[in-house]
Nanobody, 127 residues
Framework: QEQLVESGGGSVQVGGSLRLSCTVSGYRHNPNCMAWFRQAPGQERKVVAGIYTHGGSAYYADSVKGRVTISLDNPENMVNTVFLQMNSLKTEDTATYYC?????????????????WGQGTQVTVSS
């Protein structure tokens, strides 16, 4: 059974950086799409960034464009890890960050577009 495990969350000051990792395991076929979502207390889960595993084409939420980069450890081959490099962090980036994967489509920005989820990792940005 497919499993996603996130790591790399933590506390950082405004303007700092964090790199999140998500390790994928237990799958027979490469996922078609990997993504990061985030959810702040009392808010809906929203997409941060997604990436096609075939070729590495990425898409981002407007709120993080220019500050965040999603990448794969092994595009076009068996994906093991997806990364989220976050720079120039703001207090509004504080949330639980979730890794997600889907084996059928890509480009979706809704949680309903993704089949498999990690347990989440907390990111706290303080001023």
């Amino acid at each position: 059974q497919e499993q996603l495990v996130e790591s790399g969350g933590g506390s950082v000051q405004v303007g700092g950086s964090l790199r999140l990792s998500c390790t994928v395991s237990g799958y027979r076929h490469n996922p078609n799409c990997m993504a990061w979502f985030r959810q702040a207390p009392g808010q809906e889960r929203k997409v941060v960034a997604g990436i096609y595993t075939h070729g590495g084409s990425a898409y981002y939420a407007d709120s993080v464009k220019g500050r965040v980069t999603i990448s794969l450890d092994n595009p076009e081959n068996m994906v093991n890890t997806v990364f989220l490099q976050m720079n120039s962090l703001k207090t509004e980036d504080t949330a639980t960050y979730y890794c997600a994967a889907d084996w059928y489509s890509c480009g979706g920005r809704s949680p309903q577009d993704f089949k498999t989820w990690g347990q989440g990792t907390q990111v706290t940005v303080s001023s």
